[in-house]
């Protein structure tokens, strides 16, 4: 049974920082891509970064130079730094494993809010 598990959002202040925790089990995880996506209220859900198996990111130009994507295989675990967090942030952060299969944690609620 394949799990992705997010952890890590709440509530930060503009210009704050938050780091998100995504687990996996069932899967041989170092073989996915792992990507970060969110989805604010009223919004499409949008792709913010992704990491191949082989450490190569791409990011959003809109979370460029803020967030950092990084995995630890010995984990099993894709991280999320985010850093200088604006309003516009503010949204549900899902994770997602591609390989030949896609799978989705069920995300995690970032609100940026003064």
Do not use: H
């Not at 995880?29 to 191949?52: D, H, N």
């Amino acid at each position: 049974q394949v799990q992705l598990v997010e952890s890590g959002g709440g509530l930060v202040q503009p210009g704050g920082s938050l780091r998100l925790s995504c687990a996996a089990s069932g899967i041989i995880f170092s073989r996915y891509v792992m990507a970060w996506y969110r989805q604010a209220p009223g919004k499409q859900r949008e792709l913010v970064a992704s990491i191949t198996s082989r450490d190569s990111t791409n990011y959003a130009d809109s979370v460029k130079g803020r967030f950092t994507i990084s995995r630890d295989n010995t984990k099993n675990t894709v991280y999320l730094q985010m850093n200088s967090l604006n309003v516009e942030d503010t949204a549900v952060y899902y994770c997602k494993a591609n390989y030949y299969s896609v799978y989705w944690g069920r995300g995690t609620q970032v609100t940026v809010s003064s």
